[in-house]
């Protein structure tokens, strides 16, 4: 292997002793291919065993922690105790492939489809209808609710640990029930979780410490526990640079294992809050890198796109739609054949790449998500 693809391969040890055989992640990215009742598909298994060979670590799709947090069809659930031994095949089948895996959970919040929630009530910090979403206005949860939501997060973090996984990602990004609660644009809350940036921050923070705190008590080796955040929102009011610098200063005194950068491009630019002197990635380093382990992502399709991103400090980086395009990156990379890393696909390659048919749709009638060749 060329030696200028050490930063790559070198392994990578987390605060918690856990070790990583490289610096190389897939990405969590919903594949829509899970059971109606929540359990994961034989599809989604050889799915993920194809991908999971290479990369060090795997975070999972979302699994939702409520019934009523369930944000996507063909999701798989981590809400009921039921679940675990579905939860359990996933993590064996990464594991067995050496690849350490992380559990991703979350709660849609407002983005839910109506016809997934029990009785149609979509729910969120405060009854704002989101733009993907307008034509439904959800149901401000209230403080029972809130502080019980804080402890399913806990539970399925309990879950995680019964089914064998290695670690979990909170889901703070993308515009879910977490980041609604941050966000100015989503939570116009006059209790204690919501107002001012600081109490906009206190139900991540408060799911933070109750993931903490369930691991602590239930885990009986090292198990990651990650935040994933996105840094800014493009809504006024919403989330800027600056409000998110200030986050991920709570969160790095959180001993947290990881933060998780949700981009869809590494170098993207700071849109308002900051100055667009450097990009997001290096505001982030700059504030928290020496603190806690960042994972960047966004657009990192060739080798080259690695290394250059390496150069900014990160420690580690996710492959997420390269990965689903080339599931054989790291086996290449590492064997002189980086010239054959493919960055697009074409509608024949469905079954070489063992991706489900609900995820191989969504990608051939999207057009812009996929560079698929005609």
């Given at each position: 292997?060329?030696?200028?693809?050490?930063?790559?391969?070198?392994?990578?040890?987390?605060?918690?002793?856990?070790?990583?055989?490289?610096?190389?992640?897939?990405?969590?990215?919903?594949?829509?291919?899970?059971?109606?009742?929540?359990?994961?598909?034989?599809?989604?298994?050889?799915?993920?065993?194809?991908?999971?060979?290479?990369?060090?670590?795997?975070?999972?799709?979302?699994?939702?922690?409520?019934?009523?947090?369930?944000?996507?069809?063909?999701?798989?659930?981590?809400?009921?105790?039921?679940?675990?031994?579905?939860?359990?095949?996933?993590?064996?089948?990464?594991?067995?492939?050496?690849?350490?895996?992380?559990?991703?959970?979350?709660?849609?919040?407002?983005?839910?489809?109506?016809?997934?929630?029990?009785?149609?009530?979509?729910?969120?910090?405060?009854?704002?209808?989101?733009?993907?979403?307008?034509?439904?206005?959800?149901?401000?949860?209230?403080?029972?609710?809130?502080?019980?939501?804080?402890?399913?997060?806990?539970?399925?973090?309990?879950?995680?640990?019964?089914?064998?996984?290695?670690?979990?990602?909170?889901?703070?990004?993308?515009?879910?029930?977490?980041?609604?609660?941050?966000?100015?644009?989503?939570?116009?809350?006059?209790?204690?979780?919501?107002?001012?940036?600081?109490?906009?921050?206190?139900?991540?923070?408060?799911?933070?410490?109750?993931?903490?705190?369930?691991?602590?008590?239930?885990a009986k080796r090292p198990f990651l526990v990650g935040y994933r955040f996105s840094p800014e929102e493009p809504e006024t009011p919403g989330i800027t640079m600056s409000d998110t610098l200030s986050l991920i200063d709570k969160l790095a005194d959180k001993n947290l294992d990881y933060l998780h950068?949700?981009?869809?491009?590494?170098?993207?630019?700071?849109?308002?809050?900051?100055?667009?002197?450097?990009?997001?990635?290096?505001?982030?380093?700059?504030?928290?890198?020496?603190?806690?382990?960042?994972?960047?992502?966004?657009?990192?399709?060739?080798?080259?796109?690695?290394?250059?991103?390496?150069?900014?400090?990160?420690?580690?980086?996710?492959?997420?739609?390269?990965?689903?395009?080339?599931?054989?990156?790291?086996?290449?990379?590492?064997?002189?054949?980086?010239?054959?890393?493919?960055?697009?696909?074409?509608?024949?390659?469905?079954?070489?790449?063992?991706?489900?048919?609900?995820?191989?749709?969504?990608?051939?009638?999207?057009?812009?998500?996929?560079?698929?060749?005609?």
């Amino acid at each position: 292997m060329d030696q200028q693809y050490n930063p790559i391969f070198n392994s990578f040890v987390f605060d918690n002793g856990m070790d990583l055989r490289n610096r190389i992640v897939m990405a969590p990215m919903t594949n829509f291919s899970s059971h109606e009742d929540g359990t994961v598909s034989d599809a989604e298994l050889a799915y993920y065993a194809r991908r999971a060979d290479g990369v060090s670590m795997v975070i999972t799709a979302c699994t939702y922690v409520t019934a009523n947090g369930k944000g996507f069809h063909g999701e798989f659930a981590g809400h009921r105790d039921e679940m675990i031994p579905s939860l359990r095949r996933l993590a064996t089948v990464i594991k067995d492939k050496g690849a350490a895996a992380v559990l991703q959970i979350f709660h849609g919040g407002r983005m839910c489809p109506v016809e997934l929630v029990p009785n149609g009530d979509v729910v969120s910090a405060s009854s704002i209808s989101s733009s993907e979403n307008p034509n439904v206005v959800p149901r401000t949860l209230t403080n029972d609710e809130v502080e019980a939501i804080i402890r399913d997060f806990g539970q399925a973090a309990r879950r995680a640990i019964e089914a064998g996984y290695d670690g979990v990602e909170i889901h703070g990004a993308n515009g879910y029930l977490i980041q609604q609660f941050f966000s100015p644009h989503s939570n116009e809350r006059e209790d204690h979780w919501g107002g001012d940036l600081e109490q906009r921050m206190a139900f991540p923070l408060a799911v933070v410490d109750e993931v903490n705190r369930v691991v602590a008590e239930h885990a009986k080796r090292p198990f990651l526990v990650g935040y994933r955040f996105s840094p800014e929102e493009p809504e006024t009011p919403g989330i800027t640079m600056s409000d998110t610098l200030s986050l991920i200063d709570k969160l790095a005194d959180k001993n947290l294992d990881y933060l998780h950068v949700s981009l869809m491009d590494f170098w993207s630019r700071p849109r308002r809050g900051v100055d667009d002197s450097k990009t997001r990635m290096e505001w982030i380093l700059e504030r928290v890198g020496d603190r806690v382990p960042v994972i960047g992502v966004g657009s990192i399709h060739t080798v080259e796109d690695a290394l250059k991103a390496f150069q900014t400090g990160v420690p580690l980086l996710a492959l997420a739609r390269e990965i689903i395009m080339e599931p054989d990156w790291m086996e290449k990379a590492a064997n002189g054949r980086e010239r054959d890393i493919k960055t697009t696909l074409s509608r024949d390659d469905q079954a070489r790449l063992v991706i489900p048919d609900p995820l191989w749709q969504a990608i051939i009638n999207t057009p812009g998500w996929f560079p698929v060749e005609q």
